[in-house]
């Protein structure tokens, strides 16, 4: 029973290049979250997709940032024109939805490591 | 405001012996859960265990317990027998809301701790 997947796992990119980031859920989980995790920190919530809807975007940057969560395929994290200050560590998460279920919990994927030069 | 609050930003405790790791949150929903998550230095997410607002006995996973004190807003990590794999950051969590409603997780800053030999 394949975990939540990631990649790629590292990723470097020069500055004013598009990162763009693929995060497959567990089987059966149709929701996905983004967390970034700058180095020394917590993680902070990006974004919460379920399959081809948006449903919480509040902590995604306003610009150059964009998600998706498409019927078919994974979902992607894009980052235009990246800056120094997108390096980070980005995980994505995957629950159930499962209404009066055990724990909702997310479960993490390893992460995408973004260097930017 | 801060809504998770570890105090801890590193611990350390003797192998075998047993450490607790704090958390406090701040939250006026009734309804919310708590998780701890492990992050070891190869950087992925480790879901360790989870309490309900409304659960009325405190959490347990094996070696890992959940000090719960709802009135005081704590909900430590009890590490038991402590191995040296367990050196690693840990992360307090908190999901406000009902579970009809999404999982928007709000991370604490984390604890690092250390087990020594």
């Known amino acids: 029973n394949a975990g939540v997947m990631q990649n790629p796992r590292h990723l470097v990119r020069r500055r004013g290049q598009e990162a763009r980031l693929r995060c497959s859920p567990m089987k059966g989980h149709s929701h996905v979250y983004w967390y970034r995790q700058l180095p020394e920190e917590g993680l902070k919530f990006m974004v919460y997709?379920?399959?081809?809807?948006?449903?919480?975007e509040s902590g995604m940057p306003k610009e150059r940032f964009s998600a998706e969560f498409p019927k078919e395929g994974p979902s992607i994290l894009r980052i235009q024109q990246v800056v120094r200050g997108d390096s980070a560590a980005y995980f994505c998460?995957?629950?159930?939805?499962?209404?009066?279920?055990?724990?909702?919990?997310?479960?993490f994927g390893p992460g995408t490591r973004l260097t930017v030069l | 405001a801060q809504k998770i609050t570890q105090t801890q930003p590193g611990m350390f405790v003797q192998e075998k012996e047993a450490v607790t790791l704090d958390c406090t949150y701040d939250?006026?929903?009734?309804?919310?859960?708590l998780f701890w998550y492990k992050q070891p230095s190869s950087g992925e997410m480790i879901f360790l265990i989870y309490q309900g607002s409304y659960d009325q006995q405190n959490a347990t996973e094996g070696r890992y317990s959940l000090n719960f004190q709802k009135a005081r807003k704590s909900a430590n990590l009890v590490i038991s027998a402590s191995q040296l794999g367990d050196s690693a950051m840990y992360f307090c969590?908190?999901?406000?809301?009902?579970?009809?409603?999404?999982?928007?997780?709000?991370f604490g800053p984390g604890t690092s701790l250390s087990v020594i030999p």
């Open positions: 998460a995957s629950s159930p939805r499962i209404a009066g279920g055990s724990t909702d919990t997310q479960y």
């Open positions: 969590a908190m999901r406000e809301g009902r579970r009809t409603s999404y999982d928007k997780v709000i």
């Open positions: 939250t006026s929903d009734p309804s919310y859960g």
């Open positions: 997709l379920q399959k081809e809807n948006i449903i919480d």
